[in-house]
């Protein structure tokens, strides 16, 4: 279908599924496209430019391109932009030729993932830019919508964030429930670690918690809604031994000091809750 490839994430799975149910499978008088099959001729064919309409970092061309070639394997599709990339209003993102009932079935299921991937990249490029000049690294979340982690995060990656845990199984977060169940900061990291989980990151909302999460073996402690002065403390308390993150509280307007505190992370949840999607439209001419 396309070259395109993330780890646990299956493109040609995705792509059937979004388009049955555009189509309606498995529902009465569903599985086609009854505007396009009783409007287009078969043999039609049309040429097609997608466009940004604004400024934006661009994500998902390739997986658009293979909603495409679902439908019409012998669809020509060229990608004019590269993951990532920044783009000004008015630029060409992909040309395509083919079959012209292929081309309207697919479009809508290619746009909202182009313009849903783009609006992540570019909301986690702004937060990129409003860090400044800091050695802090931005990271998303778990707050993923259902079914599109793998590829909100690569959207994250686009923009130049990084990827916190990808999901529960490859690092433990100890959070303020675990805690309460636990008796205490150091009784739930022990738990943890005897379990024999490597990577334990332990949040912590009070300076006292710090110690007793470094003394039972934490391997990061992630800092809930502390201010610029209380980060600063924090981090001088770490002195180094463990990696540190900040996270709730973090907007556009607050990033670039909490980020300058000393931490290493930055963590912020709305990159994949909360993205506006790109304005992206895809405009078609018809071949003779």
Known sequence: MTDFALPGFDLSAFVSATLDEDFGVGLPGGGHDVTSESVIPATARFAG?????????????????????????AMAVEILIEEGARVAPGSALMRLEGNARAMLTAERSALNTVQHLSGVATLTRTYVDAMGDTRAVLLDTRKTIPGLRHLEKYAVRCGG??????GLWDAAMIKDNHVLVAGGVGEAVRRALAAGVKDVICEVDRIDQIAPALDAGATRLLFDNMGPDLLREAVALVNGRVPTEASGGV??????????????YVSVGRLTQSAPAADIGLDFTQLD
């Open 161 to 166: 964030g990084s990827n916190h845990r990808m």
């Open 49 to 73: 430019v997608m466009e940004s309409r604004d400024a934006i970092t661009v994500c998902g061309l390739p997986i658009a391109a293979a909603f495409f070639r679902a439908l019409d394997p």
């Open 251 to 264: 907007r556009l307007d607050t990033i670039a000091a909490i980020a300058a505190s000393g931490v290493d």
